[in-house]
């Protein structure tokens, strides 16, 4: 049988955890949101690359369409696609935009 007493002393240890929680609690807490914030940033970083890849396709597949085509002046559109697609892959190959390079992206999944 649990006495009055009993029952105090743990409704006062439970009010005292819920105040002031273990550091163990803290330290899981502080660790869950940052693995979250890190599975959101790693999704938009993977969604950016991805349409990046297919802009620089795109624009690629369409060069060789425009470059035959004898519409006047659209050498220079095709050319324009061409300088488009050399800087955005060197772009994606700069140190500080490598959080959308491919490796970056396997290593995540893995």
Request: proline letters at 5%.
């Amino acid at each position: 049988m649990h006495s009055c007493g009993d029952e105090l002393e743990l409704a006062l240890l439970m009010s005292a955890q819920a105040v002031n929680p273990a550091p163990i609690d803290l330290i899981m807490e502080r660790l869950e949101d940052q693995i979250a914030w890190y599975d959101r940033k790693s999704l938009a970083n993977q969604r950016t690359y991805k349409r990046l890849k297919v802009v620089e396709i795109t624009f690629a597949a369409a060069i060789p369409l425009l470059s035959a085509l004898t519409i006047p002046h659209l050498g220079y559109v095709a050319g324009m696609l061409g300088v488009i697609i050399t800087v955005l892959e060197g772009l994606l190959h700069l140190p500080v935009t490598n959080i959308w390079r491919p490796k970056d992206i396997r290593a995540r999944r893995a």
